[in-house]
Nanobody, 129 residues
Framework: QVILVESGGDSVQTGGSLRLSCVVS????????MGWFRQAPGKEREGVAT????????DYSDSVKGRFTISRDNAKNTVYLQMNNLKPEDTAMYYC??????????????????????RGKGTQVTVSS
C-alpha cells in the first residue's frame, strides 16, 4: 500500500507562485512514476505533470509547460510541483498520484486520473485575478 499526502495549496493572486508537496509513504520504493493532476469545479480531471524515477524524465501538459516544474526528492520520499506565474485558470484541486510502470512512455502528463493506482486526497489551489 502506498499513501500519498499533499500539502501546500493556498490562495494567491495572478502571477504568484506556490509549491505543492506530496509525501509518499508505504511501499514507496515500488513506484517509479509520480505525477500531479487537477480538477476544477465543473471540469474534467486534467493531467498536469509527471516524473519518471528511473531516469528523471518529466512531462507536462501544454497548459502548464514553462510555468510548472515537477521534481522528486527520493531521500525525503517527496514529490514537488513548483507553480509559477499562476493564472485564474489554474484554480483547482490538485492531486498527487503514483504508479509502478514497466514502460517509461506510459509516464506522461496525458495519463488519465483513473489510470493511476495510487492517488492522494488533494490540496486546493485558488488563483484570484
Amino acid at each position: 500500500q502506498v499513501i500519498l499526502v499533499e500539502s501546500g495549496g493556498d490562495s494567491v493572486q495572478t502571477g504568484g507562485s506556490l509549491r505543492l508537496s506530496c509525501v509518499v509513504s508505504g511501499y514507496s520504493y515500488s513506484t517509479n512514476c509520480m505525477g500531479w493532476f487537477r480538477q476544477a469545479p465543473g471540469k474534467e480531471r486534467e493531467g498536469v505533470a509527471t516524473v519518471y524515477a528511473d531516469d528523471g524524465s518529466t512531462d507536462y501538459s501544454d497548459s502548464v509547460k514553462g510555468r510548472f516544474t515537477i521534481s522528486r526528492d527520493n531521500a525525503k520520499n517527496t514529490v514537488y510541483l513548483q507553480m509559477n506565474n499562476l493564472k485564474p485558470e489554474d484554480t483547482a484541486m490538485y492531486y498527487c498520484a503514483a504508479d509502478s510502470l514497466y514502460f517509461p512512455v506510459q509516464c506522461t502528463a496525458l495519463r488519465g486520473a483513473d489510470e493511476w493506482t495510487y492517488r492522494g486526497k488533494g490540496t486546493q489551489v485558488t488563483v484570484s485575478s
